[in-house]
């Protein structure tokens, strides 16, 4: 039975980043291009990034072109997606699948992020 679990997910500052991993199992992961998708309440799944199965091809999205980067450890049958300057509008559930994503969808992952910064403290002496 393939199963695919994804992690990595959570709370980030705008600007700030992230490593999402996929973790696959039941199937011959090197065999398969692989990609992410994610998706906001009200709205379709969207495509986000894709690997060819040797990892030597990736492509992506216009709206993460530059910011994020695939990969995959086929010895691990992991697929990951390392987040770079994470902006609000990348708020999401994250997925896995194969592409085109044929696989049952995993329990994704939730990436939620804070528009606030971590701040910097200000201190006054008189």
């Known amino acids: 039975q393939v199963r695919l679990v994804e992690s990595g997910g959570g709370l980030v500052q705008a600007g700030g980043s992230l490593r999402l991993s996929c973790v696959a199992s039941?199937?011959?992961?090197?065999?398969?291009?692989m990609a992410w998708f994610r998706q906001t309440p009200g709205k379709e799944r969207e495509f986000v990034s894709r690997?060819?199965?040797?990892?030597?091809?990736?492509g992506y999205s216009d709206f993460v072109k530059g910011r994020f980067t695939i990969s995959r450890d086929n010895a691990k049958k992991t697929v990951f997606l390392e987040m770079n300057n994470v902006k609000p509008e990348d708020a999401a559930v994250y997925y896995c699948?194969?592409?085109?994503?044929?696989?049952?969808w995993g329990q994704g992952t939730q990436v939620t992020v804070s528009p606030w910064g971590q701040g910097t403290q200000v201190t006054v002496s008189s």
């Open positions: 699948n194969r592409d085109p994503p044929t696989l049952t």
């Open positions: 690997i060819s199965g040797s990892g030597g091809i990736s």
């Open positions: 039941g199937l011959t992961f090197r065999s398969y291009a």
